[in-house]
Structure formats: structure tokens, C-alpha cells
């Protein structure tokens, strides 16, 4: 079975596009979201990042960190990333705008204020649908090595579910396995559209 996948993150889009980049690559139906009131980058300082709305597409957010500042952006690995991340779509969107149609079977989060964000956005909206969405929080350091590391623990993870005959008897197996196989502990609940 075919499931539809989305990547969600906070405001940065590193973890969240790097999983997407993976699993696209891997011919997985996936998109990813960001859940904060813009996107923020690192910036010079902690106190000055670069800050874009939602939809400013990653193009534009190169182009104006190279006449910022093009080694700063290159040395800490946000021109790498935004340059991956035109390759995988036009703009950063965010999940609270364009997530609400109930086409995903299954969200991947990365920190868990992302994860508690979605589900409390999935429990508020009208369950219309009725059709249920598995939510899983693999808590990702915000870094390129570690995002780099949980893609592929979020790919595995993805794989496992598809070879499953009915995840929502098996996801405590897969869970587990990959708990003990990873020693790293996932967050997971049943939401609906």
C-alpha cells in the first residue's frame, strides 16, 4: 500500500526538507511543512536571524543570503540547504495553511512542541473525513549531520510502515523494533480527517 507522507518541523526547514528530499529520492509520496509564523534562519547572531514568510520561495532566500553575506551562509551550511531545498520544491509552506485536506496518512515531526502543535491542530479542526493519520515525533537535533541522520530513520521508519499489511496493527511492533534498534524513543498517536 501507498501512503502520502508529511514532513513537519518548526520554522528553519532543515529537518524537515532533508527527510523530504530523502523520501522523494526514494520514490515516496511526500511534502513538508514548517509549523512557525515565518521562516527563520541563522543569521549573523542568535539575536539577528533572517527571517521570510511562508511561500517567499528558496531561490530568493539564496540569492539574498550570497549578497549578505555569501561565506557566513556557505561556512554554516544554510547556502547547501537552501540550495537542496529549490531542488525539492519552489517556497517553504506552512502546515497550518495548506496541510488541511486530509491526503496524509502519515506525519513525521522532529521536536516535540512540532508534534503536540499538530496534533492539537488535527483534534481542533472538524473530523469530516474520518479517515485516520498516524503522527510519529523522531526528536531531531536541529543540525545538517543529525537531519541528515534522522531522514534516513525517518525513511527506514516510512518502509516499515508500506511493508506492513496494517500499520494500525503493527505500529507498536515497528516502534518498538526501532526503539530498541536505535535507542531513541518515538512519540506517536492516531488523529483523523
Same mark, same amino acid.
Given at each position: 500500500?501507498?501512503?502520502? +507522507?508529511?514532513?513537519?518541523?518548526?520554522?528553519?526547514?532543515?529537518?524537515?526538507?532533508?527527510?523530504?528530499?530523502?523520501?522523494?529520492?526514494?520514490?515516496?509520496?511526500? *511534502?513538508?511543512?514548517?509549523? $512557525?509564523?515565518?521562516?527563520?534562519?541563522? $543569521?549573523?547572531?542568535?539575536?539577528?536571524?533572517?527571517? +521570510?514568510?511562508?511561500?517567499?520561495? +528558496?531561490?530568493?532566500?539564496? @540569492?539574498?543570503?550570497?549578497?549578505?553575506?555569501?561565506? %557566513?551562509?556557505?561556512? =554554516?551550511?544554510? %547556502?547547501?540547504?537552501?540550495?537542496? =531545498? *529549490?531542488?525539492?520544491?519552489?517556497?517553504?509552506?506552512?502546515?497550518?495553511?495548506?496541510?488541511? !485536506? $486530509? *491526503?496524509? !496518512?502519515?506525519? #513525521?515531526?522532529?521536536?516535540?512542541?512540532? #508534534?503536540?502543535?499538530?496534533?492539537? @491542530? %488535527?483534534?481542533?479542526? !472538524?473530523?469530516?473525513?474520518?479517515?485516520?493519520?498516524?503522527?510519529?515525533?523522531?526528536?531531531?537535533?536541529?543540525?545538517? &549531520? &543529525?537531519?541528515?541522520? /534522522?531522514?534516513?530513520?525517518?525513511? @527506514?521508519?516510512?518502509?516499515?510502515?508500506?511493508?506492513?499489511?496494517?500499520?494500525? &496493527? *503493527?505500529?507498536?511492533?515497528?516502534?518498538? /523494533? +526501532?526503539?530498541?534498534?536505535?535507542?531513541?524513543?518515538?512519540?506517536?498517536?492516531?488523529?483523523?480527517?
Amino acid at each position: 500500500m501507498k501512503f502520502r +507522507y508529511a514532513m513537519v518541523c518548526s520554522s528553519n526547514q532543515n529537518r524537515s526538507m532533508e527527510a523530504h528530499f530523502l523520501l522523494k529520492k526514494q520514490g515516496f509520496d511526500v *511534502s513538508s511543512y514548517g509549523t $512557525g509564523a515565518h521562516v527563520k534562519l541563522p $543569521g549573523p547572531s542568535l539575536r539577528e536571524p533572517n527571517v +521570510y514568510d511562508f511561500g517567499t520561495p +528558496y531561490k530568493h532566500m539564496l @540569492d539574498d543570503l550570497r549578497r549578505k553575506d555569501p561565506e %557566513l551562509y556557505k561556512r =554554516n551550511g544554510i %547556502l547547501p540547504m537552501l540550495k537542496r =531545498n *529549490s531542488l525539492v520544491k519552489l517556497a517553504p509552506q506552512r502546515w497550518q495553511e495548506n496541510a488541511a !485536506d $486530509g *491526503s496524509f !496518512d502519515v506525519v #513525521f515531526t522532529f521536536e516535540e512542541k512540532v #508534534f503536540d502543535m499538530v496534533v492539537e @491542530d %488535527l483534534h481542533n479542526r !472538524d473530523h469530516v473525513l474520518m479517515k485516520t493519520v498516524l503522527i510519529i515525533n523522531l526528536e531531531v537535533k536541529d543540525n545538517h &549531520e &543529525e537531519a541528515a541522520v /534522522g531522514a534516513r530513520h525517518t525513511a @527506514d521508519l516510512c518502509q516499515e510502515i508500506e511493508a506492513a499489511e496494517s500499520w494500525e &496493527e *503493527s505500529i507498536d511492533d515497528i516502534v518498538t /523494533g +526501532y526503539e530498541k534498534q536505535h535507542r531513541r524513543k518515538l512519540l506517536y498517536t492516531i488523529s483523523f480527517y
